[in-house]
């Protein structure tokens, strides 16, 4: 089940931060569609230096668009794949 955030004052890496605190998988795409961070990367490498362990798995795009679905509205086009394409999402091991 996904955790609703709070967005504050502290701007878009902060909202993505309390995302992925708050126990939320995430993506490049969901990352830069949701909360405007272009570089999740550099994010994921930077709560890592900090002690954070950060998972990750294979996934069809499919199931990025679903769990993008419920914050926005994405619309792939319908002749593109999204069963075939695979993207890594990422998460915070307890």
Known sequence: MT???KLNKFGNVMALKEHILLGNKISRIEALVL?????????LLRMKKKGFIIKNSKV?????????????VC??????????????????NN
């Open 75 to 92: 619309k792939p086009p319908k002749n593109l794949p999204t069963n075939e394409i695979v993207m890594n999402e990422y998460w915070l």
């Open 35 to 43: 909360f405007g961070v272009q570089d999740l990367n550099r994010e």
């Open 3 to 5: 955790k609703h955030l």
């Open 60 to 72: 069809t795009m499919t199931k990025i668009i679903i769990r993008l679905n419920k914050f926005s």
